[in-house]
């Protein structure tokens, strides 16, 4: 990371232990845990998260403890929109990002007279990642038929997807993360989405979400599909092959987006408390805010002091037609320039809160 | 027209594994008197026999994956393809239809282990017992199966044959929108022809006879020389057999992980009350 601060000996002199929690994709479960690791293991910093709605109910958490949460895998524009706070940082990128990448791919590869149907996970994250790509795919001229939510962990998704056969709409847009997503797109390959022509045209599915896990997961399903990505092993820039080599010799396979984004959350806390010379949360919060860092494998990224929110440049993936090994299951497409995918901070709402609990 | 065919469908196949669980639930209940809670966690076990065989069907030879340069990675490619190549690629690609000749003798083994090991041990206590016992086991089976495989769901396809969709709309002259995916088809096929292999064997055979009576009356049939427990045995392993063909069948429709028994058990019970 440039420019560093950490000289290899610990962070202030001092060696990092750890604790691990489950949060069970439950947020009731992850306050449990959380608190038990601020309370009883006398942690100095929480990072981690899978699930927004999770990551959301930790970061309040931390604020009224005064622990600093750096936030792993989570997507929803709320977690540095509405539901903000000054202890919570993320680095990983948010639906609103996502849709402002995707958009002009969308359209250059699908045209601006489609109709959409929107299949969404019903929490935050699936109604923020609705939002985000009704908004972008509606100003590209494309119509919206139907946004369905469905329950987190429906499993079978027939009966969501038989209604799409004869809804008139062209592409689907699957607002669905992890196993829902693997469900929902291979039980949608299933009906043979992929093969019908609606409109004139060969219908869609989008995955506006990816990672290489689901990939695996949906396997043969992904291929020639469309998501964004925060971040893929495939990357050439130094910093994410020094990481993929140094992972890979551990674990024997690449890391995925979500072990990039805490990997690099831990390394910007460290380097944060290096740079004040202290752990106290409030010096090491203004150390964070505002602080531009580069060699990460995203290009030169800043953390928005306003909002806590990571801004720099986003991955627009496709499933890997032709796969070169079976970690190649994702092709960059394009890296989409920070510039197309900042908004106003102000534009999600929220307040972040004060220094001092 | 279309959309309610479509939907009757669904509902018809989904209904197959619920039926198909239930109907195991309730030669259990009325046989041995058992609320069994872990009858969920047996549907998982036969998930995770086509997940098995899978598995030991596309053991792979590794070589170096020279396209990776960061670290060691290895392409795998099963023996059964290097020794018999389009046979061999033919029998993984049928490894969960055969998976139910495996899962017929495990799943056998498991109920009768079960009925042995454990539940006749709470034939005469409370039904609340019978479920926090029954409920018990379906987590501790639900947590060997993930520390064996993991907690996420696995990839477990159907044959390519049937892998894609029926366009039951121009067979049955509506339009040629409407398909329905073969493998769902099949499992409605399948859960119809096993509830009524069952029903006909407790009907029609004379083992079927000693059971149906036993379950009215047990000290008669037992004073008649029948050694009626055994045969109950020989039940709780069919129904056991029952909800693990449900499971095998049902993998390629719903990628197995560790949970799928639980998810379906909630439902199965209302049906079976």
């Known amino acids: 990371m440039k420019p560093p601060a950490l000289k290899g000996n610990g962070v202030l002199g001092k060696k990092v232990e750890y604790v691990t929690g489950d949060t069970q994709t439950k947020s009731d479960a992850a306050r449990a845990s959380a608190k038990r690791m601020i309370e009883k293991d006398g942690v100095l910093m929480v990072t981690g998260a899978s699930f927004s709605g999770v990551a959301i109910a930790v970061q309040g958490l931390c604020q009224e403890m005064g622990i600093i949460f750096m936030a792993g895998l989570t997507h929803s524009n709320d977690t540095t929109g509405k539901d903000k706070r000054r202890y919570g940082f993320r680095h990983f990128f948010n639906t609103e990002m996502s849709g402002a990448a995707l958009g002009p791919v969308l359209e250059k590869e699908f045209g601006n007279d489609r109709v959409a149907y929107h299949l969404t996970a019903d929490y935050t994250w699936g109604w923020s990642q609705e939002g985000s790509i009704k908004k972008y795919t509606e100003a590209l001229g494309w119509k919206t038929k139907a946004a369905v939510r469905t329950p987190l962990g429906a499993g079978d998704f027939s009966q969501y997807i038989t209604p799409v056969l004869k809804s008139g709409a062209d592409v689907l847009v699957l607002n669905h993360y992890g196993k829902d997503m693997v469900n929902s797109l291979t039980q949608a390959v299933q009906f043979g989405l992929r093969d019908k022509q609606v409109n004139g045209k060969d219908f869609q599915i989008v995955v506006p979400l990816f990672s290489r896990l689901m990939a695996q997961g949906a396997s043969e399903n992904i291929k020639g599909i469309f998501g964004s990505s925060n971040w893929n092993w495939s990357l050439q820039d130094e910093g994410s092959k020094a990481f993929v080599k140094s992972f890979g010799q551990e674990y024997g396979f690449p890391p995925s987006q979500a072990a990039h984004t805490c990997y690099v959350q831990t390394i910007l806390y460290a380097d944060a408390c290096e740079r004040v010379g202290t752990f106290a949360p409030p010096q090491v919060i203004k150390a964070l805010e505002g602080f531009k860092f580069d060699g990460m494998g995203n290009g030169a990224t800043e953390y928005r002091a306003e909002d806590h929110q990571c801004f720099k440049d986003v991955l627009v993936v496709r499933g890997n037609q032709n796969p070169s090994s079976k970690f190649d299951l994702l092709e960059v497409v394009q890296e989409v320039p920070r510039a197309q995918v900042e908004y106003p901070a102000n534009m999600l709402g929220g307040d972040l809160g004060p220094y001092e609990v | ?273």
């Open chain 2, 1 to 273: 027209m279309d959309a309610f065919l479509l939907q009757i469908l669904n509902g018809l196949g989904k209904g197959g594994a619920y039926a198909l669980i239930a109907l195991g639930l309730t030669l259990v209940f009325g046989t041995l008197g058992v609320v069994n809670f872990a009858h969920g966690a047996l549907f998982m076990l036969g998930a995770f026999c086509a997940v098995s065989l899978q598995n030991i069907l596309t053991i792979s030879k590794k070589v170096k994956d020279e396209s990776i340069t960061f670290f060691d990675a290895y392409k795998e490619q099963p023996y059964l393809e290097i020794w018999w190549g389009d046979f061999g690629t033919f029998i993984i690609d049928w490894s969960v239809p055969i998976s139910i000749l495996l899962a017929i003798p495990i799943m056998l083994l498991v109920g009768i282990a079960m009925e042995r090991g454990l539940i006749r041990h709470f034939y005469k206590r409370p039904h609340a017992e019978q479920v926090l016992v029954t409920f018990g086991l379906a987590i501790v089976l639900q947590e060997i199966i993930k520390s064996m495989f993991g907690a996420n769901p696995i990839p477990t396809p159907a044959p390519d044959i049937v892998s894609g969709s029926a366009t039951i709309g121009v067979m049955l002259g509506l339009s040629a929108d409407v398909v329905y995916p073969w493998w769902r088809l099949i499992y409605l096929l399948f859960s119809g022809v096993v509830i009524f292999a069952v029903f006909a064997f407790l009907q029609f055979t004379t083992f079927g006879m000693v059971v149906r009576v036993g379950m009215h009356d047990r000290e008669t049939v037992g004073l008649l020389g029948i050694n009626v427990e055994r045969r109950f045995t020989v039940v709780f392993g069919i129904a056991a057999v029952v909800a693990g063909l449900a499971g095998v069948m049902y993998a390629p429709i719903l990628p197995p992980g560790y949970h799928i028994g639980m998810d379906f058990l909630v439902l199965s019970s209302w049906l079976w009350l």
